[in-house]
């Protein structure tokens, strides 16, 4: 599938990467900052002080990320169609904000063999599933009954 681009344009893949890395921050942050708000509302001893801290650089770690996101979202629904920005998108962003959360909370380390063999199953079913409803979308199914082909 091909979409075309007017002369000067970029990539639709420049804005999928720029917005799915973007939001591979907001998920981890959103998750810091549940875990360290009973801290900081809750707690009052003398560690609240660095929770305080933690607790402002992941909201604003969110909030640029999420209002960065806004920008590249609309000026990408702009040049591009929404449909196969929107699809590149949701996998672009679930897989990084999976590979994020990973990585920055350490959760390979509770993983077995099996149960990354099953992130993996489903990380290929969402890709091919988001590709089969693009392409179901933009199919023509009609029900009409063939008729048969004559012969000379």
Not at 26 to 55: I, Q
Not at 72 to 92: C, D, H, N, P, W
Not at 128 to 146: H, M
Request: net charge neutral; charged share 10%; proline share 3%.
């Amino acid at each position: 599938m091909s979409v075309a681009v007017a002369p000067g344009r970029s990539n639709i893949m420049v804005e999928v990467s720029i917005c799915s890395l973007l939001g591979s921050f907001t998920v981890p942050s959103s998750r810091g900052l549940g875990l360290v708000a009973p801290e900081v509302f809750v707690g009052g001893g003398p560690a609240s002080g660095g929770a305080l801290a933690v607790f402002l650089g992941l909201l604003a770690v969110l909030v640029v990320s999420v209002l960065t996101q806004f920008f590249f979202i609309t000026k990408a629904l702009q040049r591009y169609s929404s449909g196969v920005f929107e699809a590149m998108y949701y996998v672009t962003f679930t897989t990084s904000a999976l590979l994020a959360s990973a990585l920055l909370f350490r959760e390979w380390t509770l993983l077995t063999v099996t149960d990354g063999l099953a992130l993996l199953c489903a990380v290929t079913t969402l890709c091919v599933g988001v590709g089969l409803l693009r392409i179901s979308q933009e199919a023509l199914i009609t029900w009409k009954k063939e008729e048969p082909h004559k012969r000379d």
